[in-house]
């Protein structure tokens, strides 16, 4: 897990506020034994009041911006997440992220803050009564080892019933999940009665973990409070005795509660901490999109590809199997076949976004892993299976990474030109707002009206442009095609015979291999 | 794990059983004394408190305060006993208080035990309880099938558990010891009395209630940030190539930085008002203590006792100031198990019988975005096969979904012996069949296929997974959703379900699809060769559909005439 950005600081930032709290509470001891004494209220009491005050408020401030700067931080890492689930990405965006805030803000503070204060307090007690000081000294300890202790007797419980548990726990979850194939087989509604027995187990299985779970805090608060029993009684007879004067005795039963009231501060706020570390776990360990970095630029213009003995696999699962294939420069080739037999596959390896498991491919005789992908990109023009529309305007959807482009014409060349003039704004409709009312027809168009808009590429590579559409605008979007790739080369994935018309070579793949080539 | 056995009830009396079940529910407070239940007495109905549940609340709530009141009466106690002892007295008066500290140092922890073990006790009864009555709110409806919105309510259910232990309850308890604290005060003296009253209610009431009501404003103003977030996400995620290909990944992912950060910008000002408060808190406790130690007007002993009983009972009270950071979350999640157990069931009485299903100009169009399906026609007599062709998200699976009735057409109809659909009570004993989105159970293999047929013998069973090519043991374990078999494996499986069910309406959605293709062929096939009535398959591969009757060839909703798709020969 990579570390907190910040961390060490908010550290430092903690301990010190820590420092200061155990002085504050010091003082704040002095001012009420003054105070419960009789001597009314001292410039103790009032400085102590108004620092524990000012530190409650910094370390509120503190915490919240550095939790703030975290999510941040943890969002930022998210967005660039390499997942293919984007449901879950935007969900861990928003309450994933929120859910680290009971660990930052809660958990973290308290516990800096259960260091130091029974320090301060054990070494005050040490100057002021020995007795006191060596009672809460022997007993502080025991709270850790307790909670130690039990903690592994309750987690070996967990794990010895965390199978039945986490079946039990989900069981309503997975019902809920799985009702419509429940109404399907006409199941649906004798499930309730299963779910509650389902959750009575769960409830039971549950109980049973939580006795010896709680027994840890039961050690805890048993601890703190026998102490202070054990401070108070001596202490009581010793005054009895007179060897001892009231406003001492009332520090000393003051201070010793501050010694554990951290300590269950901290405990209380461990079971809800524990789920803020998993969140928090989790954004750190989504995987991120790792950049491919190479220098080398090439001439623009009509690239001639070869490909050498390219596999690749996917866990373990072929896609593509030692492929040969060459294109030259300005030439054209189909790619047909039945879906998921790597014509997709084929294209993000050209496209770079695919490494290659073995083999290799060649670009004007150059490795395609030593070019700079930047460069390489900007001189193709792509249109992929199911193109995403972006947040912005449509004009901005087509000129997507050419500020400058002629999305009039590219929009014409895609038979795009008709829905636009249908549209209130024209181009400048925001596709947020149609986005989802858009026919998978017209979202193919604009797509294509993107890569149309690179007038400039040099490859062209097309992903089924042509699905989608009736038999018009197929026509349309079949003779700006045939304009735009004269002079380029072109990798076009086709399933209708009128898109392989355009090319001057078929290539079929089927599972991964080339089977036949024909010349169109 | 004998009682895993009934992990999925498989009785055939389904529409008794749902009867039976809401009788059997969890018994709720009788409100018979004739006159209107009030607020109380509805919302205690609307989550199915029972009047058990309430005991056990009160009992944990009692428990609770019994320990807090036990760490207060400490204190106090100590405190006494020490300023008495220094005023010398004879030991005999000192007994009593020696006694009481030694007492009430053990009693407060066996207490604080006794009453998480209850509270959580209470909460995960009621818990199951609720779980229940939402699934049954669930079962008829068709509204909440599938996906995140069921997943987000699961959660909600669960969210209500920490309304209980983490607010509820530490109200409950802290009004308790507050009480006792200000009626033991006010015997000493109705000044201190009246300077504790004021302290508890600002820290336990009035703060908490400016916690709510900051955090409530602020998840206001986050929600179109925070949707926009998940919007930029989203677009990073499934159009990450396309930005890298346009050279714009940059400029995106800083357009989504600047959301984080304005996100982040207002996050710090919320938490710094939240501090703000709490601080308040504490400041609040330490003038009360010493408000009570200078007008308590009683013994020095005494005063000294009031004095940290006052300042103890806070300790309370304060953590309800963080608490009250949770609740308007818990208020949306309560608000969104409300609406689902609010909805009206609705079911048909009509019994099917093996009939004639017709789609007549069938539209199903969801607001807001184009018609999933628009104006599709499809006759369906007893006995005819028909495939269904199309790009992916053309709308084959609502065709399906339309037959299956989950889904009700916004115009035209699809009717069952010309009555629409949803006159019937159920449907599953005339159509059913594998589903795209269908659900593996976290079970065995055995149970996923006894809910196509309860009651089918293993014989039964075995026959209908050869069919389906699935060849793993009826014992063997499935995971959550099927996680522990490979991705063919669940296909087979979920297919080996439709064909042990044998409905006279098969309805297949690519069943074979992720299948190397020679074996999926072979796999169909076979499926294809045992089903003996009407037959809907979906899928992309036209070779599929050799010897069906009609071939409909679906694009962006719409059904393609017959000559643009190819019409095949029907079966002599």
Request: hydrophobic share 50%.
């Amino acid at each position: 897990m990579p570390a907190l950005p910040g961390l060490r600081r908010y550290l430092a930032v903690l301990s010190v506020l820590a420092v200061l709290t155990a002085g504050a509470i010091l003082i704040q001891a002095e001012g009420l034994a003054t105070l419960l004494t009789g001597g009314g209220v001292s410039w103790f009491l009032a400085a102590a009041i108004a620092s524990r005050v000012a530190l409650s408020l910094a370390h509120g401030v503190l915490g919240g911006r550095f939790a703030a700067s975290v999510r941040g931080g943890l969002r930022r890492r998210l967005l660039e997440s390499s997942s293919d689930r984007a449901g879950v990405v935007a969900t861990q965006v928003t309450r994933g992220v929120d859910a680290t805030d009971s660990y930052l803000t809660g958990y973290l503070p308290s516990l800096v803050v259960s260091v130091a204060v029974p320090v301060a307090v054990i070494v005050r007690l040490f100057t002021t009564d020995l007795t006191s000081a060596l009672v809460v000294t022997a007993t502080l300890p025991l709270i850790p080892v307790f909670a130690i202790l039990v903690g592994k007797a309750a987690s070996a419980q967990a794990e010895r019933q965390w199978g039945l548990l986490t079946k039990l726990g989900g069981h309503f979850l997975d019902v809920v999940r799985g009702l419509g194939t429940l109404k399907v087989f006409g199941r649906a509604s004798g499930q309730a009665e299963v779910v509650r027995s389902m959750a009575r187990a769960h409830a039971d299985a549950t109980m049973k973990t939580l006795r010896v779970a709680f027994l840890s805090s039961l050690v805890l608060e048993l601890v703190a409070t026998l102490s202070v029993a054990l401070v108070a009684v001596p202490i009581g007879f010793r005054l009895l005795g007179g060897g001892l004067d009231a406003r001492t005795a009332l520090l000393i039963l003051v201070l010793a509660p501050e010694a554990y009231l951290p300590l269950r501060a901290a405990g209380a706020k461990f079971h809800a901490a524990a789920e803020g570390l998993t969140a928090l776990r989790e954004a750190l360990a989504v995987p991120v999109v790792s950049v491919r970095t190479a220098a080398r630029t090439r001439r623009r213009g009509a690239p001639s590809l070869v490909l050498e003995r390219v596999s690749v696999s996917y866990d373990g699962v072929c896609a593509l199997s030692e492929v040969d294939l060459s294109v030259p420069a300005g030439s054209h080739v189909a790619l047909v076949g039945p879906s998921g037999s790597g014509k997709s596959t084929l294209l993000a390896v050209l496209l770079g976004f695919v490494p290659p498991t073995s083999g290799r491919v060649l670009v004007d005789g150059v490795d395609l892993r030593s070019l700079s992908p930047d460069g390489w990109l900007a001189d193709i023009a792509w249109v992929p299976q199911r193109p995403t529309l972006f947040r912005g305007s449509l004009a901005s959807n087509i000129a997507l990474g050419l500020p400058g482009a002629d999305i009039v014409t590219a929009a014409r060349a895609a038979a795009l030109d008709s829905v636009v003039a249908g549209l209130p704004a024209g181009y400048s409709t925001p596709v947020g707002e149609l986005g989802e009312g858009l026919s998978a027809g017209q979202r193919q168009r604009i797509g294509l009206a993107r890569a149309l808009a690179r007038t400039s590429a040099g490859l062209i590579l097309l992903d089924e442009p042509t699905a989608r559409l009736d038999a018009r605008t197929e026509a349309a979007v079949l003779s700006a095609t045939r304009r735009l790739l004269p002079d380029r080369t072109a990798v076009l994935v086709a399933h209708r015979p009128a898109m392989v018309s355009l090319a001057d070579r078929v290539v079929e793949l089927r599972e991964g291999r080339i089977r036949t080539e024909v010349a169109a | 794990m004998s009682r895993l056995s009934s992990f999925l009830s498989t009785g055939q009396q389904s529409s008794t059983d749902r009867r039976t079940a809401a009788s059997r529910g969890p018994a709720p407070v009788r409100w018979n004394w004739g006159r209107p239940p009030g607020r109380v007495g509805a919302a205690l109905r609307t989550w199915g408190v029972s009047t058990k549940d309430v005991l056990r609340l009160l009992r944990a709530a009692f428990l609770g305060a019994g320990a807090e009141l036990a760490a207060l009466a400490l204190m106090a106690t100590a405190a006494w006993l020490l300023l008495r002892a220094a005023e010398r007295p004879p030991l005999a008066a000192l007994t009593v208080a020696i006694v009481a500290v030694r007492t009430l140092a053990l009693l407060r922890g066996g207490l604080r035990y006794a009453e998480r073990l209850a509270g959580h006790e209470v909460v995960l009864r009621w818990l199951g309880a609720l779980r229940a009555r939402v699934y049954q709110a669930l079962a008829p409806g068709s509204r909440y099938s599938g996906g995140d919105l069921v997943t987000r309510l699961v959660s909600d259910v669960d969210a209500l558990q920490d309304a209980v232990l983490r607010w509820l309850l530490p109200a409950g308890v802290a009004a308790l010891v507050g009480t006792a604290a200000v009626a033991v005060t006010a015997t000493a003296s109705a000044a201190a009395a009246a300077a504790l009253v004021a302290g508890l209610l600002t820290a336990g009431g009035f703060l908490p209630w400016l916690v709510v009501r900051v955090t409530a404003n602020a998840g206001k103003a986050h929600a179109p940030k925070r949707a926009e977030l998940a919007e930029h996400a989203v677009e990073l995620v499934t159009g990450q190539r396309e930005l890298v290909a346009a050279g714009v990944l940059e400029e995106k992912r800083s357009t989504a930085h600047a959301v984080v950060d304005e996100l982040a910008g207002s996050e710090r000002t919320v938490s710094a008002k939240t501090a703000l408060l709490a601080a308040a808190g504490t400041l609040v406790q330490l003038l009360t203590t010493v408000a009570v130690a200078l007008l308590a007007d009683a013994s020095v002993p005494w005063t000294a006792a009031l004095a940290l009983a006052a300042m103890t009972a806070f300790e309370v009270v304060l953590p309800l100031i963080g608490a009250a950071r949770r609740v308007p979350e818990i208020r949306a999640s309560a608000a969104r198990v409300r609406a689902v157990l609010a909805e009206p069931a609705a079911s048909g009485t009509r019994t099917p019988g093996p009939g004639h299903f017709r789609l007549a100009a069938a539209t199903l169009r969801h607001p807001g975005r184009a018609p999933a399906l628009k104006n599709v026609d499809l006759d369906l007599p007893p006995g005819k096969r028909v495939g269904i062709l199309g790009p992916s998200g053309a709308g084959k699976t609502t065709l399906l979904r339309l037959l299956l009735g989950t889904e009700i057409p916004t115009e035209g109809q699809v009717t069952l012996d010309g009555h629409p659909l949803a006159e019937y009570e159920d449907l599953s004993k005339v159509i059913s069949g594998a589903e795209a989105d269908a659900h593996v159970f976290h079970t065995t293999v055995r149970e996923n296929l006894l809910i196509a047929k309860p009651g089918a013998t293993d014989a039964e069973m075995r026959e209908a997974c050869e069919t389906a090519g699935f060849d793993l043991a009826l014992d063997r374990e499935t995971g959550p959703d099927g996680d522990a078999l490979s991705g063919g494996q669940r296909q087979r499986l979920i297919l080996a379900r439709a064909v042990l069910a044998a409905p006279p309406v098969l309805v297949l959605d690519e069943p074979v699809e992720g299948l190397d293709p020679a074996h999926g062929d072979a796999v169909l096939k076979r499926v294809l060769d045992t089903a003996k009535g009407t037959v809907v398959l979906v899928t992309h591969r036209p070779e599929h559909l050799d010897g069906f009757d009609e071939v409909l060839t679906l694009e962006d909703g719409r059904a393609l005439p017959a000559s643009a798709a190819g019409r095949r020969p029907g079966r002599p």
